[in-house]
């Protein structure tokens, strides 16, 4: 195990397809999916508010959990839909879309909500675990697959983190330096473009704690984050832009679940 500063908690419990499997990180262990139904029919989506590539400039669209949960849920034949062939979630973000007033790149992605139907605002205390089985097929340069975002707290609208695929099948985590921005990049794997694989993001106090397929790291998170609440991110997040709707990133996932304690 590789260890960037002190020695975190362990993850003890993996969640996959929607169970709590002691050990298992290998990305073997999805859920059986039904292609037949809406992506809210084989994921519990009543914690995620998805943001898609459309909408007015700097406004896009977002679709509530309301509107997501159940097999009869919100789908999108362009940007967020059921794989017919597989049942997997799929995201896609093209080069060119609307994008938020802060980034210059579309997205189709979750943003973590509460129950209750409020924006998932939690503090670095505790510990939070966002676990993934997943596959790239296609990605012009880069996209974010996972983040943990900063909420309130603090003027800053930057990351925590965020995980990184490449067309090479890099994998880099990027760690912000600070609440006013400068990314550090640690390569953490490597998987062929279109294979399936796993991640485990785990926050507990002021660690980092990140396995991809059952590799795990760890990195501290600098005091300058202390006074922030976060919340998770998963989706489509491309990181190039152009005039073009027909490049972009399709990402497929095959489980996705949240669990804090």
Do not use: C
Not at 50 to 60: D, H, I, N, R, V
Not at 159 to 173: A, C, F, K, M, T
């Amino acid at each position: 195990m590789r260890k960037r500063t002190l020695l975190a908690l362990a993850v003890s419990t993996v969640i996959v397809g929607g169970l709590g499997v002691a050990g298992i990180t290998t990305a073997s262990a999805a859920a059986t999916l039904d292609p037949t139904v809406a992506p809210g029919g084989n994921f519990d989506l009543s914690v995620w508010q998805l943001q898609l590539p459309t909408g007015s400039p700097g406004k896009p669209d977002t679709i509530s959990p309301a509107q997501l949960k159940g097999a009869n849920g919100y789908s999108n034949p362009t940007y967020f839909w059921t794989d017919k062939n597989d049942g997997s979630m799929t995201f896609w973000a093209p080069e060119k879309g609307v994008t938020t007033p802060n980034s210059n790149y579309a997205r189709s992605e979750f943003r973590e909500m509460n129950t209750n139907g409020s924006a998932a605002d939690w503090t670095l205390s505790g510990n939070h675990t966002l676990t993934a089985q997943l596959r790239i097929p296609s990605v012009t340069k880069n996209v974010a697959v996972g983040q943990v975002h900063l909420g309130s707290g603090g003027t800053s609208t930057k990351p925590l983190l965020e995980l990184y695929y490449r067309p090479n099948g890099d994998i880099y985590l990027g760690t912000e330096n600070s609440p006013a921005g400068g990314q550090t990049l640690h390569k953490v794997g490597n998987v062929a473009l279109g294979v399936k694989w796993t991640y485990v993001i785990n926050v507990t106090g002021n660690t980092i704690n990140l396995t991809v397929n059952g590799t795990r790291t760890s990195y501290a998170i600098p005091s300058s984050f202390n006074p922030y609440r976060q919340y998770f991110k998963a989706g489509s997040y491309n990181q190039s832009s152009s005039e073009s709707t027909s490049n972009g990133a399709k990402v497929k996932f095959y489980s996705l679940t949240v669990k804090h304690s």
